[in-house]
Every structure is written in C-alpha cells, then in structure tokens.
C-alpha cells in the first residue's frame, strides 16, 4: 500500500530633524540576514489570499522519498471542481517568505565629536518598543457511504473530491484504494464529517510528471467560497514526530489577520544584540523562537511580520509585483494580469477595495498542545510589525574630544546590556557571551600642567 503524506504536518519615506544625540539611529538600518523557511527542516508553507467569504488556498509540499508514494487528504469546506484548483508556483512561496521573513539589521555610530542627526521613521510608536463527474464516478462504492464527487486530473496530480457518511467507511474505502492511513485517522475523519466537509484527495500521476522540466512536485492552488476561514491540521499530526512548524502567510486586502481560537503573540522584536550575532544570525533565532515557544507554554501562534505588500523598512525583498500577487492568489487587484481562477473567481465580480497586506504567523505545534484546527479571523488592524534585530557598531575613530571620552566609556555598559539582552532571548550562557564582546580601550586625557591654558 502506498503511505499517506499529510501536507497540512504545515519592510517609506523618513522625516529627517536635527538633534545631537549620537545614539539616535532610524527605524530602518541596514538589512544583513533573514530568518526564512529554509532555518527549519521539512517546514510546511500555506498561502491563503483571503477577502470575505472567498478564498485562494496555496500548499506547498515537503514530501520527501519517491514520488510515486506521495499522496495527500485534505479536508475542505465545499466540493471542489477542476476549474477551482491550479498548479503554483514555488518562487512565489519563496518570495513571501523573503520578503517577511524576520531580519537583523545593522547600525554604525558615527564620530561622538561631530554633530549628529535623528532620523525619525514612519513607523506607528508600537513598533518602536474540468472534468465533470459522471453518474458513476458518483455511485456508491459497497455500503461505505463513500461518493466520488468529482474526479480530475491537474498537472501532475490525479485528484478526487470525495464526500462520506461516516469516517469507518471513509477509512476504509482510503485503504482499499491504497492509501495507508496512521493510527487514528478515524477520529479524526469523523470530526470533519459531522462538520459536513468534503476531501481533497490527491495522487501523483506519474506520466504527467515525466512532462515537467525539473521532476518535483509543485504547489497545488484551490479557490473556493466559504464561511470557514480555517487550515485543517489534525490529520497532518497524526503520523508526525515531534514538533513540526508551520509557517502561514495570509494576504488580505483591509489589514492583518488572526488566529481566533488560540492565543497569537508577536514574537520579541527590536532587540539590540551583540555584533558577533551577524555571522550566526540563523543560530540565534532559531534558539530565540524556541525559547519563546517555550516560555508560552508551547501553545501560541506567533507572529513575525504584517506589513502592507507596497513597501518595506527594511526591505529584506523586493515588495512583489502585481503579477506575483497574483500568483500567490490575490483576486480582487484591478491588475492588467489574468487571475489564476478566471473561471471561479472573476475580477469584475470583487471590485478593487484596497491594496494587499500581509500577515505571517508562525506556529510550532503538536497534538497535545493544538487539539483544534486553526481558525482565522480578518481584521482591519494595519499596525506594522515586524521581527527585527539591531547590531550597533562601535565608532573605530580616535574620538579625542570630551564628549568621545564619555562614549568610549559608555560602551562596556552597552556591550553588558546587549549581552543581557541575548543571553535573555536565547537562554545561551552569558559567560559565553561575554568572551566574545568587543575589547573597549578608553583611551586617558594626557596630563594638564597650568600652563596649558594660557599656552594654548
């Protein structure tokens, strides 16, 4: 029997003023390094682009080991026909990610003896802390109560839309049709019945794989209408081991989204770290995300960036174009591009209501810490936020006037405080924080003889 792969286991303009405060810097800095999806082994990655009732829905597959054993069920909300779902693109997935990815960003204090400008940021004051079936494709098979809705093949997958009475005849039909389900699938299953729900039920074909130049499984796109703004994730939990991330990018065109049936926090932001942390910024957050996924008990969404998609402070990507938004799904742009469902979502049917915002939740779940599926709910909060982390360089130059003596001496107490700062974040050992902080040497006003002053 073939084995089950349950997909669902799932930065402006400045104002510029004058002041002379050599430690102000702007909101933006430089941008070093990103946190992507490529930090965590077999990650899964969900788009869905999101405007009242109607939804595009993007999967990508982590499926590892021979394609010809690769097979998913996904409970849906309706009963999906073939011109509802579409192959993807995984460089539109990637882009996402790029472009919210949480990012460490670099500052340089300029010369402590000459006068210094603040660079005020934009930014809100929070931040700052078809084939139709036929009538036998629909027929009972047996007594299981099991019917074929709709049967299609798109790209490289055969895919079916199957309906059931009840989850021990579904169970069954889905190993007599070699699909090999984990133990308790069939509770699962009956959950997702009495809500009335279909199944997506998909397979590779494997001639229509030959066809595609690089041989690997692409995204697959549904677009559906439905009340239920939810991601099914309690079949991928089933035969999973240990702990898996999900990372879920929501666009919307009013503002950011949530998670309304767990508790979603923002993860720790605008930390001042030591500069040793940019050669092992991936190092660093992922010991930052686990040890706030642990202090919250292991049982909280977090979130890493919203942001509206036309601009970016730091842009670790290119905001997308257009024509990428609609890749990703976005549908109700009046963009001079096709939209990927012309068929089930018509442009001229949701007129331009606004741009495209962006909401990236990252969750490390399992299924005794996330029992329930994820319920989303679209709000219009467009408070930017992102996961940001500040290395501030020391100025290198001689500095020989009063006010560089007093910022020379002020560094140990800074480099102590960062230290404080990581150690808090990471739980690393301050101990060895410490031995790897900059060596501060304060250079000594020479002597002044009472002659100096009429002298000079």
């Not at 080991?65 to 309706?78: M, S, W």
């Not at 035969?239 to 999900?246: R, T, V």
């Not at 997308?320 to 001079?336: I, M, R």
């Not at 005794?368 to 290198?396: C, V, W």
Request: glycine letters at 4%; hydrophobic letters at 40%; a positive charge.
């Amino acid at each position: 029997m073939k084995p089950i792969h349950l997909i669902f286991s799932l930065i402006l303009s400045l104002l510029i003023a004058f002041a002379f405060n050599p430690i102000a810097w702007a909101f933006c800095g430089f941008y070093v390094s990103k946190a992507d999806a490529k930090l965590y082994n077999n990650a899964s990655q969900v788009v869905i682009a999101r405007d009242g009732d109607r939804t595009i829905l993007t999967m990508a597959n982590d499926f590892q080991g021979d394609v010809k054993d690769f097979a998913i069920v996904v409970p849906v909300p309706t009963i999906l026909k073939k011109d509802q779902v579409r192959i993807g693109d995984a460089k539109i997935i990637e882009r996402l990610d790029a472009f919210s990815a949480p990012r460490l960003v670099e500052y340089f204090d300029s010369d402590p003896c000459a006068p210094q400008y603040v660079m005020e940021s934009r930014m809100p004051s929070e931040a700052a802390r078809s084939n139709t079936a036929t009538d036998a494709q629909k027929s009972r098979r047996g007594n299981l109560g099991v019917t074929i809705e709709e049967k299609f093949t798109v790209g490289e997958y055969d895919i079916l839309i199957l309906s059931a009475k009840e989850s021990g005849g579904l169970e069954t039909w889905l190993i007599q049709n070699g699909y090999r389900l984990p133990a308790g699938a069939s509770q699962v299953l009956q959950a997702y019945i009495r809500q009335n729900m279909k199944f997506f039920v998909a397979k590779v074909n494997l001639e229509e794989l030959a066809k595609n130049e690089t041989q690997f499984l692409r995204p697959l796109m549904m677009a559906f209408e439905s009340r239920k703004f939810m991601l099914p994730i309690r079949l991928g939990m089933l035969n999973a081991k240990g702990d898996q991330d999900l990372l879920v990018y929501i666009l919307t065109p009013k503002g950011q989204a949530e998670v309304s049936n767990y508790r979603m926090v923002s993860i720790p932001t605008d930390a001042e770290i030591p500069v040793f942390v940019k050669d092992e910024f991936a190092g660093f957050y992922k010991s930052m995300f686990q040890t706030a996924h642990r202090r919250e008990d292991r049982r909280v969404a977090f979130l890493e960036y919203a942001w509206d998609m036309g601009s970016c402070d730091p842009c670790s990507a290119e905001p997308l174009s257009p024509e990428e938004l609609t890749k990703a799904g976005v549908f109700w742009l009046n963009s001079p591009v096709s939209s990927p469902f012309n068929n089930s979502i018509r442009r001229s049917a949701v007129p331009s209501r606004g741009g495209v915002f962006i909401t990236r939740i990252h969750i490390r779940y399992n299924r005794d810490k996330f029992p329930e599926d994820l319920m989303f709910q679209e709000t219009s909060n467009q408070r930017q936020f992102q996961g940001r982390y500040i290395m501030r360089h020391a100025f290198k130059g001689e500095a020989k006037c009063e006010a560089g003596q007093a910022y020379r001496k002020s560094l140990p107490k800074r480099f102590e405080k960062e230290a404080q700062t990581l150690a808090q974040l990471t739980d690393w050992k301050i101990s060895d924080i410490r031995r790897r902080l900059p060596v501060v040497e304060v250079q000594k006003n020479p002597i002044q003889q009472f002659w100096n002053n009429i002298w000079r």
